[in-house]
């Protein structure tokens, strides 16, 4: 079964930092491009990052450009953000997403990311 | 960046009716490849989003065939032919074709 399980979501201060991963399985991970979207509370859908099959390419939305890293670690099937000087404007149900036919045609559960005081 | 804006943002619909949403974007969506890279998604209330429909008009794997996509340039629309009970949700469409990607503001289909 292809599935992608995210995790590392939690409560962070203003300013703070987190990384967060995606785990993925049932396919050939190293094949395709990942991307990040992400879904404030009560809110739409947004793209925030990807990173192409061997991590050599990677880009952002001007929101959290300086401030996120995407990597991934083929070895491990892994995906993962590692997002700094986070902001309120930052929390979010954070989704790591497959890339395919020219959009997103695999999406994990979502993992929580609250930036408060 | 592209805006993606979709129409209407609220749609009650009745069991067994048709029910169409529209999408336009700001710039065509004919990418180098020649490909137009207009996704349709579904997301219920509490659960992930899915897609239904890639380039414009293609279904996904299980997809039922009730749910169809057509378009060309910068207008696309979505059709549900009968909606079920199970369709209820928010359909966002996307752009696949320019960075950084957009996606429209959702629009939230109810029963009436």
């Known amino acids: 079964e292809v599935q992608l399980v995210e995790s590392g979501g939690d409560l962070v201060q203003p300013g703070g930092s987190l990384r967060v991963s995606c785990a993925a399985s049932?396919?050939?991970?190293?094949?395709?491009?990942m991307h990040w979207v992400r879904q404030a509370p009560g809110k739409g859908l947004v793209w925030v990052s990807c990173i192409n099959s061997d991590g050599s390419r990677t880009s952002y939305a001007d929101s959290v450009k300086g401030r996120f890293t995407i990597s991934r670690d083929n070895a491990k099937n892994t995906l993962y953000v590692q997002m700094n000087s986070l902001r309120a404007e930052d929390t979010a149900v954070y989704y790591c997403?497959?890339?395919?036919?020219?959009?997103?045609?695999?999406w994990g559960q979502g993992t929580t990311v609250s930036v408060s005081s | 960046d592209v805006v993606v804006t979709q129409s209407p943002l609220s749609l009650p619909v009745t069991l067994g009716q048709p029910a169409s949403i529209s999408c336009r974007s700001s710039?065509?969506?004919?990418?180098?490849?020649?490909?137009?890279?207009l996704n349709w998604f579904h997301q219920r209330p509490g659960q992930s989003p899915r897609r239904l429909i890639y380039?414009?008009?293609n279904r996904d794997s299980g997809v039922p065939d009730r749910f169809s996509g057509s378009g060309s340039g910068t207008d696309f629309t979505l059709t549900i032919s009968r909606v079920e009970a199970e369709d209820v949700g928010v359909y966002y469409c996307m752009e696949g074709t320019h960075w950084p990607y957009t996606f429209g503001q959702g629009t939230k289909l109810e029963i009436k």
């Open positions: 049932g396919f050939a991970f190293s094949s395709y491009w």
């Open positions: 710039q065509g969506l004919v990418s180098s490849d020649g490909n137009t890279y």
């Open positions: 380039a414009v008009s």
């Open positions: 997403t497959r890339w395919s036919r020219g959009g997103m045609d695999v």
